[in-house]
């Protein structure tokens, strides 16, 4: 059975459908309609819409935007978040730290902390996203992306997880405990039952697999090739870490002799098809060569400013035709999974650079549309245009923060923080968030409206949290929170 809905008299859309080196980036309208039915737009114009649908938005106080599209994530940080010894660590000593509490990770935190984060993400108006998971512990099930999966099906998000691996534990020189990695050989036979299990390339996909290991520090060389071709193979993107601290750059001089950039290059990494995140410290040259072959990038500037990690160039990478797009990162070194924060962190972030380097509302709202979708290498999504798939995110004007900002709504989303949620999400052409709630149709934890039941997830989440910290402080003998 089809489905329609009619987003009619918006007052403002922007349809992000030209290119970010052409101008005008957002080609907004007012008034008109966006028509969408089942999983696609089917027009969106400033033109009345003649004919009726199943569900009509009014949407005359409504900023209409495609959905947002965060590009890395790890979840599974959401349990972790704001731990007291790491509140003041830059990433190393953060990331030894939370090794000690991450270790105790079962799939049932894996499932729980992806639908709490997925959650917190829809109702910031993102629409897909990624994660990163790159941690299998050795007592828990292999199957962990699998969880992840299963959280994003239930509530609806378009998903592309990445098959993270760390293949070099304590014992071989790298930094994570020798019980969270596994061999290469397991680390391969899994990403082969995730391509055949859950791939799909084709337009519109829900679910697609992207290949990513965890960083230079935590597998070897050989693997990082391994990974490269295979992608090549079955025409996967990938992605990894790269170049987030000045610490990093050190060790790769140290231990490899090259700068990160040049390392990855070695690896046969800088191409198309791959994302990466962070790369903070990439110089004039690697900038350059970084837009000549059309790689991507994931800007966290929230985690970079909670880890003191530094500034990312956004600017220099836009003028060369980086596909730039916006990500949260991990919920421990942001402690927050909400884009629209991301969004304003990212224009403000900029701004402590020389005037040249600031980011203005139409680069950072290509970022977390069109930019996030180019990184993912996808084309059906980050647009309203016809054809495009129906994810979008309405945001009401009708809010305290936002007045006496109307006269630019695009902009107020930005500049002004809203404390309450986006209004509608819709993914894939269904309503995912309706007036603000999460509205799941076929999720465990609902209430009895068929709302997510956010008080039992949060409830659940929180004493997982609790016990593996505690897990943590009694193995370690030492006190993590305060
Ligand atoms: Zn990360």
């Known amino acids: 059975m089809s489905s329609s809905i009619l987003i009619k008299n918006p007052l403002l859309c922007c349809r992000m459908n030209s ?24 027009s969106a114009g400033p033109e009345e819409f003649s004919g009726t649908a199943d569900q009509i938005i009014d949407a005359s106080r409504i900023l209409v935007l495609p959905g947002f599209v965060n590009t890395h994530h790890h979840f599974y940080q959401t349990l972790t978040r704001n731990i007291f010894a790491t509140q003041k660590s830059e990433l190393f000593d953060w990331l030894v730290t939370n090794y000690e509490i991450w270790r105790g990770i079962s799939g049932e935190a894996i499932y729980i902390s992806a639908k709490l984060a997925i959650a917190e993400l829809l109702k910031s108006g993102c629409t897909t996203t990624s994660d990163h998971l790159y941690l299998f512990p050795n007592k828990s099930e292999p199957t962990l992306i699998d969880r992840e999966i299963e959280a994003a099906r239930e509530i609806g998000i378009r998903f592309q997880p990445t098959r993270g691996s760390m293949s070099r534990g304590k014992s071989d020189g790298g930094l994570p405990p020798d019980d969270v990695i596994q061999t290469e050989a397991q680390i391969n036979e899994d990403i082969y039952r995730l391509i055949k299990t859950y791939h799909n390339d084709s337009f519109g996909a829900m679910t697609r697999i992207s290949l990513a290991p965890c960083s230079p520090f935590s597998v070897t060389p050989e693997l990082m090739k391994e990974t490269a071709r295979i992608a090549r193979e079955n025409k996967l993107q990938i992605h990894t870490h790269l170049a987030e601290t000045a610490a990093e750059v050190n060790f790769c001089l140290e231990k490899f002799k090259m700068r990160p950039f040049e390392f990855m290059k070695s690896l046969d990494w800088i191409g198309s098809n791959a994302w990466f995140a962070h790369s903070i410290y ?15 990038i994931s800007h966290c500037p929230s985690s970079n400013m909670r880890l003191g990690s530094g500034i990312a160039r956004i600017k220099e990478m836009l003028e060369v035709g980086v596909k730039v797009s916006l990500a949260v990162d991990g919920s421990a070194s942001n402690d927050s999974s909400n884009m629209l924060m991301e969004m304003r962190n990212a224009l403000l972030l900029s701004r402590l650079r020389e005037p040249e380097y600031w980011l203005n509302t139409e680069e950072v709202l290509w970022m977390a549309t069109v930019g996030g979708a180019k990184a993912l290498g996808r084309d059906d999504i980050g647009q309203i245009a016809p054809g495009k798939c129906a994810d979008l995110t309405l945001i009401s004007m009708d809010k305290l923060e936002y007045s006496g900002a109307q006269h630019d709504p695009a902009a107020a989303i930005l500049f002004c923080v809203a404390m309450s949620p986006v209004d509608w999400v819709i993914v894939n052409g269904k309503i995912i968030v309706e007036e603000g709630r999460i509205k799941c149709h076929n999720a465990k934890h609902l209430d009895q409206k068929k709302y997510l039941d956010e008080k039992a997830l949060i409830a659940r989440h929180q004493k997982l949290s609790d016990d593996l910290i505690a897990e943590a402080e009694s193995k370690t003998g030492k006190k993590l929170t305060r």
């Open 282 to 296: 990439l110089n004039d040259a690697e900038i350059r060569q970084a837009g000549d072959a059309q790689i991507g």
């Open 19 to 42: 290119d970010i080196q052409f101008g005008d980036v957002l080609n907004a309208f007012s008034g008109g309609h966006i028509y969408i039915e089942d999983s696609k737009i089917v």
